[in-house]
């Protein structure tokens, strides 16, 4: 059995998460803004925390994740407001990483973009632009730290039942992906090294997401 936190812990990806790692026997905790919140959390066996992790300092969420095997960030300012973006899409989870890595936390998993990099494209005057300048500042962060890190890279997210298959590879090019294989793949990714200081870019493919990931091993 493996403790993980999830920040962000509302989140569509993060309850589909929490489900599937509870039901497979994980003690999940489940940090979230809003308390209302909690009973949904709570509903797929996670223990909800509420705690605020844009306005939280270092020392704060070390206190909260220390004890756990894993951190993953599923957190999002949910796009609109750019000073909100960078507030949490970059600031508050570069401060989880250097919380996780002060409480001792190694494994730490970030749900990122398949298009997150510095040189990202996305002009200035697009709505998009600070959410693309935050992760790729984040990402970045995370290569440079010690943590045994994997970056997950969907494509455009959806709302369709998960298939449990993927396609993967470096030369990807966008499609779409259900949020419940996200979920899946980031269940995975937590109990296979094979996967640690990687970036992995997906889609919906044609092969099991547990294949998909084993033959990063051959790669």
């Known amino acids: 059995m493996a403790r993980v936190v999830i920040i962000g812990g509302h989140g569509k990806i993060a309850q589909h998460l929490a489900r599937i790692l509870t039901g497979r026997g994980d003690d999940v905790t489940a940090l979230i803004r809003n308390p209302a ?8 066996g996670a223990s909800a ?23 993953v960030w599923s957190a999002g300012a949910g796009g609109g407001n750019p000073a909100r973006t960078y507030a949490v899409d970059r600031d508050a989870a570069i401060r989880s990483m ?22 990202h494209g996305v002009p200035p005057d697009n709505s ?3 959410y693309a300048e935050a992760k790729a500042a984040a ?16 494509s455009t997210l959806t709302l369709d039942a998960g298939t449990g ?12 992906v259900p949020r419940e294989d996200v979920a899946r793949v980031a269940a ?9 200081s990687r970036f992995i870019g997906f889609n919906t493919g044609d092969t099991p997401i547990d294949a998909a990931l084993d033959s990063l091993a051959r790669e």
């Open 37 to 44: 919140h909690a009973a949904d959390v709570e509903a797929t």
């Open 49 to 71: 925390v509420v705690a605020d992790v844009e306005t939280l300092d270092t020392d704060r969420i070390a206190e909260l994740i220390r004890g756990h095997d894993a951190v």
């Open 98 to 119: 250097d919380a996780a890595a002060r409480a001792g936390v190694d494994r730490y998993v970030m749900v990122s973009y398949l298009g997150a990099r510095a040189d």
């Open 128 to 130: 998009f632009f600070a």
């Open 139 to 154: 990402d970045d962060h995370l290569r440079g730290t010690a943590l045994s890190w994997t970056i997950l890279g969907p």
């Open 165 to 176: 298959r993927i396609e993967t590879g470096p030369d990807l090019e966008s499609g779409t």
């Open 188 to 196: 995975e990714v937590l109990v296979r090294p094979v996967t640690i």
